[in-house]
C-alpha cells in the first residue's frame, strides 16, 4: 500500500484522496488550537507561502486525543485557523492518531517513521511527517521541532 491509496475527508467533508499530493512534498502535521506549541500554525503558514508553488504541500489534521486541546467543530476549527494565523494550507477534518480508531494515514505515517526508541505512537499534538515527492517518509519530528527547523530539509526535497 501507498500513502496515495489513503482517502481522507477535508474540513469541509469532503474526500479527497491523498493521490492529489503525488509529486509534492507533504508536511504532515496533527495539529490544535489549546496546545502550547498552537502558534506552529504561523510557521507553518510561512512554509506554505514561501514553498507552495514549489511543491510543498502543508496538510493539518485536528486531533483531539491529547488533553482535549482540539475541542471544537471543523468549522469552530477553520474559523480558528483562518482568523488567528490566516491559515491557508490544506486543512482537514478531525482524526485519531492513535488507539483503536487511529486514522489509516496515521497507521501508514506511524509504521513508516517510527518514533524515538522504535515507538509507533504520537506522543503529543504537532508531531510532524516528512513525505518526498514519491510518498516515501523520509523523517518524523518533534512536536517542539519548529517549522523553521524543517525548511532545510524541506528544501532538500524540492530540489
Known sequence: MSIYDIEVKDINGKVVSMSKYKNKVM????????????????????LHKKHSNKGLAVLGFPCNQ????????????KEFCSLTY??????????????????????????????VLGTEAIKWNFTKFLVDKNGNVVKRYAPSTTPKEIEADIINLLK
Open 86 to 115: 490566516g491559515v491557508e494550507f490544506d486543512m482537514f477534518s478531525k482524526i485519531d492518531v492513535n488507539g483503536e480508531n487511529t486514522h489509516p494515514l496515521y497507521k501508514f505515517l506511524k509504521e513508516n517513521s517510527k518514533g
Open 66 to 77: 491529547f488533553l482535549s486541546q482540539e475541542p471544537g467543530t471543523e468549522e469552530q476549527i
Open 27 to 46: 508536511l504532515i502535521v496533527n495539529v490544535a488550537s489549546k496546545c502550547g506549541f498552537t502558534n506552529q500554525y504561523e510557521g507553518l503558514e510561512e
